[in-house]
């Protein structure tokens, strides 16, 4: 298994360029090591003779409705409220930088 001190967490935070202490490096190495044995106790569980599920649920999903098509506006209804249009598209104030 590989080694994950806080000098591992530093290196990685220095490659993602972002600043890392020594306190929150010894917080995260304290946290993966909790996720790490969290996960090796899954390992433990027998799943010999369980059947793998593609789907949460068993069920064919029957109470979908149907897509119809109702209350279609026209461009002229839609367009009717904007403050602004412009050939049939509404007209916005510039929000990218």
């Given at each position: 298994m590989e080694n994950y001190n806080?000098?591992?967490?530093?290196?990685?935070?220095?490659q993602l360029r972002f600043d890392l202490s020594d306190q929150e490096a010894q917080d995260i190495v304290a946290e993966f090591d909790t996720l790490l044995n969290q996960l090796s106790l899954l390992e433990t569980?027998?799943?010999e003779g369980v059947t793998e599920m593609v789907l949460p649920f068993e069920d064919e999903t029957t109470f979908m409705r149907e897509d119809?098509?109702?209350?279609?506006?026209?461009?002229?209804?839609?367009?009717?409220n904007a403050?602004?249009?412009k050939n049939d598209y509404f007209v916005?104030?510039?929000v990218v930088i």
């Open positions: 806080s000098a591992y967490f530093k290196q990685l935070a220095k569980i027998d799943t119809t098509v109702k209350n279609v506006f026209t461009v002229e209804e839609a367009m009717a403050p602004k249009s916005t104030v510039k």
